[in-house]
Nanobody, 114 residues
Framework: QGQLVESGGGLVQPGGSLRLSCVAS????????MAWYRQAPGKQRELVAS???????IYADSVKGRFTISRDNAKNTVYLQMNSLKPEDTAVYYC????????WGQGTQVTVSS
């Protein structure tokens, strides 16, 4: 579904790492603020990290120092490098235009468990 396709999730142990990818069907240079969101079971969707066209970044306090958002405009792709993963990071992760939200994709499941 949609023009944004997330991938890269999986099952990892606490302290492990994953890199998520979000591939857009359009030129992401036209999107000022791309972002990653996540939604855990029974909880609201929350903003995790965002990145501007000039590569300024903002992170939720819960992931600062552990996650890194980046973009590759040539590939129309936004990444989320996730290190030192914790069980509370378990959620479905989505990407979207943070200023003009489009339809949500299927997301990619991240499960952190021992």
């Amino acid at each position: 579904q949609g023009q944004l396709v997330e991938s890269g999730g999986g099952l990892v142990q606490p302290g492990g790492s994953l890199r998520l990818s979000c591939v857009a069907s359009t030129n992401i240079r036209s999107i000022y603020l791309m972002a990653w969101y996540r939604q855990a079971p029974g909880k609201q969707r929350e903003l995790v990290a965002s990145i501007t066209t000039t590569e300024r970044t903002i992170y939720a306090d819960s992931v600062k120092g552990r996650f890194t958002i980046s973009r590759d405009n040539a590939k129309n792709t936004v990444y989320l490098q996730m290190n030192s993963l914790k069980p509370e990071d378990t959620a479905v992760y989505y990407c979207n235009n943070a200023v003009y939200l489009g339809s949500w994709g299927q997301g990619t499941q991240v499960t952190v468990s021992s």
